[in-house]
């Protein structure tokens, strides 16, 4: 019923095109964290996603689509990296672990929030949705403080001292945690001096205690991946139309994307007593069971 008329084939370029643009973003965030800082590189990812969103709503064109979909893809891998990193360094370590389980959170919330106004209101109304919410984090982007760590890595102890003091509350006494943090920041400095700091990143990553977790946790997320959940998402109403079922194909994707929701948040709270490596492992042979079936 759609105004543009497309083949299977740019039906396909469509859904796949934020997956080829999400890598380099993944590079080019990583690159101007410690450039630009925390809070202006989340702003500057954020910028992308909400053009592309309002390029697809007002597309006239597949090719407006394409590139709609490529600066979506490119915003939503440059965005991870910058808030993963910035909820990481201005949380207290006994909620950090919660926090960071937000994030999964919120994106089976997103998903849930597609099928419901995609069941009901038309693609590009969807798409200008979608551009609403990431320009509402944008501009609420603009009043976060600076991560504290990065202030102090670069010198600024005063501006770190008063962004510490809005995270945790203006009666609370940071002047322990500041220390903290100054103290981590000499340590980083006094090992890696002149030539030494622009190769220390790369030495450590070669370190066998940092390749063997990298290297588990890139096989882990390539099965993820590998085990069909993109296709899954994007084309949950086709797949359900195909099996042959009889009751409204709207309707079960919705029903699906609220299990999700569910369970994301079950596997949150179990990972708070269980623990992420039990969690990993329970959930790891949960897609095997399902890919078998």
């Given at each position: 019923d759609s105004f543009i008329q497309i083949t299977p084939d740019q039906a396909s370029w469509i859904a796949s095109l934020p997956s080829v643009a999400t890598p380099f973003g993944c590079f080019l965030s990583g690159y101007f964290l410690d450039i630009l800082g925390r809070k202006r590189t989340i702003i500057l990812c954020l910028t992308p996603m909400i053009i592309g969103w309002y390029l697809v709503g007002s597309a006239s064109g597949v090719y407006t689509i394409y590139a709609g979909r490529l600066l979506v893809g490119l915003g939503a891998g440059m965005v991870g990296s910058p808030v993963r990193v910035y909820t990481g360094e201005i949380t207290q370590p006994h909620l950090r672990g919660m926090l960071a389980a937000v994030a999964a959170i919120g994106a089976s919330a997103g998903v849930s929030i597609q099928y419901i106004v995609g069941t009901y209101f038309p693609w590009n109304?969807?798409?200008?949705?979608?551009?609403?919410?990431?320009?509402?984090?944008?501009?609420?982007?603009?009043?976060?403080?600076?991560?504290?760590?990065?202030?102090?890595?670069?010198?600024?102890?005063?501006?770190?001292?008063?962004?510490?003091?809005?995270?945790?509350?203006?009666?609370?006494?940071?002047?322990?945690?500041?220390?903290?943090?100054?103290?981590?920041?000499?340590?980083?400095?006094?090992?890696?001096?002149?030539?030494?700091?622009?190769?220390?990143?790369?030495?450590?990553?070669?370190?066998?205690?940092?390749?063997?977790?990298?290297?588990?946790?890139?096989?882990?997320?390539?099965?993820?991946?590998?085990?069909?959940?993109n296709p899954l998402t994007f084309y949950t109403v086709e797949i359900i139309q195909e099996s042959g079922t009889k009751m409204n194909t709207y309707t079960v994707t919705i029903v699906l994307g609220?299990?999700?929701?569910?369970?994301?948040?079950?596997?949150?709270?179990?990972?708070?007593?269980?623990?992420?490596?039990?969690?990993?492992?329970?959930?790891?042979m949960c897609m095997v069971l399902a890919v078998f079936l």
């Amino acid at each position: 019923d759609s105004f543009i008329q497309i083949t299977p084939d740019q039906a396909s370029w469509i859904a796949s095109l934020p997956s080829v643009a999400t890598p380099f973003g993944c590079f080019l965030s990583g690159y101007f964290l410690d450039i630009l800082g925390r809070k202006r590189t989340i702003i500057l990812c954020l910028t992308p996603m909400i053009i592309g969103w309002y390029l697809v709503g007002s597309a006239s064109g597949v090719y407006t689509i394409y590139a709609g979909r490529l600066l979506v893809g490119l915003g939503a891998g440059m965005v991870g990296s910058p808030v993963r990193v910035y909820t990481g360094e201005i949380t207290q370590p006994h909620l950090r672990g919660m926090l960071a389980a937000v994030a999964a959170i919120g994106a089976s919330a997103g998903v849930s929030i597609q099928y419901i106004v995609g069941t009901y209101f038309p693609w590009n109304f969807l798409a200008f949705v979608n551009g609403s919410i990431v320009t509402v984090a944008f501009i609420s982007a603009f009043f976060l403080p600076e991560s504290p760590q990065f202030l102090i890595n670069k010198g600024h102890v005063e501006a770190a001292r008063a962004a510490l003091g809005r995270l945790r509350g203006l009666s609370s006494d940071v002047d322990m945690e500041v220390q903290y943090l100054i103290d981590h920041a000499s340590k980083t400095d006094a090992s890696y001096n002149g030539d030494a700091r622009k190769t220390h990143a790369l030495r450590d990553i070669l370190q066998p205690s940092i390749l063997k977790p990298f290297f588990i946790l890139a096989i882990y997320f390539f099965l993820y991946q590998f085990s069909g959940v993109n296709p899954l998402t994007f084309y949950t109403v086709e797949i359900i139309q195909e099996s042959g079922t009889k009751m409204n194909t709207y309707t079960v994707t919705i029903v699906l994307g609220l299990v999700r929701l569910g369970f994301t948040v079950v596997s949150c709270i179990l990972m708070r007593r269980l623990g992420r490596r039990s969690m990993s492992f329970i959930s790891s042979m949960c897609m095997v069971l399902a890919v078998f079936l």
